[in-house]
């Protein structure tokens, strides 16, 4: 009884059926028949054989789901990485968040601005790309004769061809040089739109201008006036006062209107505003009017006291603004672009191994961009170069046709600081050595890969490339050596310091800023 309680528990095992073994049971005679014996034996051992073959197979499946899950893990906290960065970035990019981050007001005060460097006009708390720079005479029409009202004065022709216009004439009292000379200028039926009325003399003078009868500007030393004018002004009035030991006589170039109000770019700059918050990322959030096409406004920020950079406005994307310019501006951008140089060592033939370094081997996950230097000075259409800090570059020294895929049409234009691609058009030598002028000799690569990021058993990450990757990346075998960029990190902000530049393109319409603020995350 124990001998078929044995053989049926063996059955049962191999077949995972009583019902089978009672039938099999019964038609043979294992003690009296040697047959039946081997019979089963053969039959035990297949299915123990087939048992084992099962489970080596489920073994092999549980490896290889183990390796898939670990893998999978890898690429999806590399994906929630990626996820999460992309959600900070619309998290700052959206206005309506500012009460659940960093959210400051960058003031456009006479306090907070520096003085020294701007040229921006400051009211209300509004940056207007007004400056006091003199309009170019040759834009300016000149006034007749009959615009002009002289009581008790008389008008002298300086230039021999003198008509009706007023250029190149002296005005005087008829009979004392001693009391102010006062006349009044009729601008009715002369202005169709805002302009400027200008007043430039051969020598400084003391002026006080009227308009429409009330004081616009009082006595102030100059040889070069201009009055802003507009459908609703209707007279311009002048009194000059005479300056010390001189007479009052006044010597024009020319008195007369221009409608081209702005011809030089203005700048802003603020003093250095304190924050001393870390953030990864901040955005600056405008209004302006740096929309329509008869602007132009440029941003630059430089962090905790470094070079300017310039950037993107978190809500100015449209196609006038530089693609390839930072909106979401990081803060470890400078620690990012430090570059770092990996050598590989031959673990197996064509298998090249690359060690990821013990400070980043936690924050590398499944994949990353890696650069190959241009060590032979290879000529080529194509470089990624490492930019550090902003630059201009010539396109004809440089020869340099795209950046980032996006075609430079100026003569000269900005590279902003990143790792940038750029399209050679006619490679020289000449060329290459005006990139190595501009931005350094060590900072011209040749090729960038995405690799994928290995562990071996005690969980250490590596980068394998095989000889191919190397030659289809830098032409030739050599010492291979790769780099990678440093880890995204938070920073403390310490300071942060702000330039505008605005320019009005039409010369009529004026830029403004009425509002920045900072955003941090």
Known sequence: MIKEEILKELFSACYDSEESFEKLYYEMDLTNYEFDREYSRVLFKNKLTDIRQVNKETEDNLEMVSGRLEKDLDYLNFKITKAVQK??????AERNTTSTIYTTIIPI??????????TATIKDNIVFGITSSNIDLDLVEPLNLQNISLKGLEIKSINKTFTENLTDFEISNK?????????SIDLRGLIKESSLLVLKLKQVAILEVYINGNLYREKELNNYFSIPVDLDTQSIGIRSYPTLHKSSKLHFDIIGITGFLYQEESVFETKQIPINREFTDIVLDTCDNSLIDEVDIQYYV????????????STKQSGKYKRNLQSIIGLSTNKELDLIKITGSKRAEGNIQFQIPSYLQNYLEYETDVYFFNKHKE????????????????KTASGINKVDNIVQEEDTFLIPKGIRLVEINSITTLKYQYLENIIGINNIFINKLTVPIYKEIDN???????????LRSVGVYDTPEIYIKNVKQQINLNTIKLKIILKSLNQKTTPYVSRILLRGI
């Open 379 to 394: 000529l080529t259409s194509t470089y990624y170069l490492l930019i550090k800090e902003d630059v201009i570059v010539d």
């Open 109 to 118: 005060t006479e306090q907070e601005t520096n003085n020294q460097t701007t």
């Open 302 to 313: 430089s962090l905790n006291k470094q070079e300017y950079q310039r950037v993107n406005p």
């Open 460 to 470: 250490n990450k590596y980068i394998s490339l095989s000889v191919p990757d190397i």
């Open 175 to 183: 009979n004392h040089n001693s009391v102010p000379v006062e006349f």
């Open 87 to 92: 959600l900070k970035g619309a998290i700052l």
